[in-house]
T-cell receptor, first 114, second 112 residues
Framework: LAKTTQPISMDSYEGQEVNITCSHN???????ITWYQQFPSQGPRFIIQ???TKVTNEVASLFIPADRKSSTLSLPRVSLSDTAVYYC???????????????FGKGTKLSVIP | NAGVTQTPKFRVLKTGQSMTLLCAQD?????MYWYRQDPGMGLRLIHY???????AKGEVPDGYNVSRLKKQNFLLGLESAAPSQTSVYFC???????????FGDGTRLSIL
């Protein structure tokens, strides 16, 4: 299993762009990179997933360099409601085997300041 | 669609009591998971199921049992509750093929 390392916490002011980087040096060829967001007293919620280069959706962007040993979640113009814990997961579900191989670490606690 | 529903939302037990947590999903997902989350920690996988009638152990299975008699339901049982099992329990389901997991809102369980 690929191990991930991400900062324990980050602070940002409202309106700024926030970039959270995750290191996954032993990522395997078939591994995908997935980010989840968790608000207090709620279950995690899927944000974005990618394999290589750049992925963008209505919530965030995910940048993955060519060597895939790291990835960066980018949140544009954060607001107070983006205060949450963000988890980076790396793994391969195989042939429809489910993502039970994925491990949620402690994540990055993002605090958005007014 | 309700998504993933967990029952109950809160429960207080005495040491040694038993109980069952229910997880129901209406998305026809094959895979279901039970996690626990302790303060300041990430989620740890207790048990999971890759289909109706199948279950498997995760990272922290001791003291828990599970059953998946119907595709839409995944039950987590505590046979003899211990204070160390005080936690927030999350259930999730997933379609497979690298699709994201869908989580319930959790069950907050306190064992005195």
């Amino acid at each position: 299993l690929a191990k991930t390392t991400q900062p324990i916490s980050m602070d940002s002011y409202e309106g700024q762009e926030v970039n959270i980087t995750c290191s996954h040096n032993n990522i395997a060829t078939n591994d995908y990179i997935t980010w989840y967001q968790q608000f207090p007293s709620q279950g995690p919620r899927f944000i974005i997933q990618g394999y290589k280069t750049k992925v963008t959706n209505e919530v965030a962007s995910l940048f993955i360099p060519a060597d895939r040993k790291s990835s960066t979640l980018s949140l544009p113009r954060v607001s107070l409601s983006d205060t949450a814990v963000y988890y980076c997961l790396v793994g391969d579900e195989g042939s429809g085997a489910g993502s039970y191989q994925l491990t949620f670490g402690k994540g990055t606690k993002l605090s958005v300041i007014p | 669609n309700a998504g993933v529903t967990q029952t109950p939302k809160f429960r207080v037990l005495k040491t040694g009591q038993s109980m069952t947590l229910l997880c129901a999903q209406d998305m026809n997902h094959e895979y279901m998971y039970w996690y626990r989350q302790d303060p300041g920690m990430g989620l740890r996988l207790i048990h999971y199921s890759v289909g109706e009638g199948t279950t498997a152990k995760g990272e922290v299975p001791d003291g828990y049992n599970v059953s998946r008699l119907k595709k839409q339901n995944f039950l987590l049982g505590l046979e003899s509750a211990a204070p160390s099992q005080t936690s927030v329990y999350f259930c999730a389901s997933e379609q497979g093929n690298n699709q994201p997991q869908h989580f319930g809102d959790g069950t907050r369980l306190s064992i005195l």
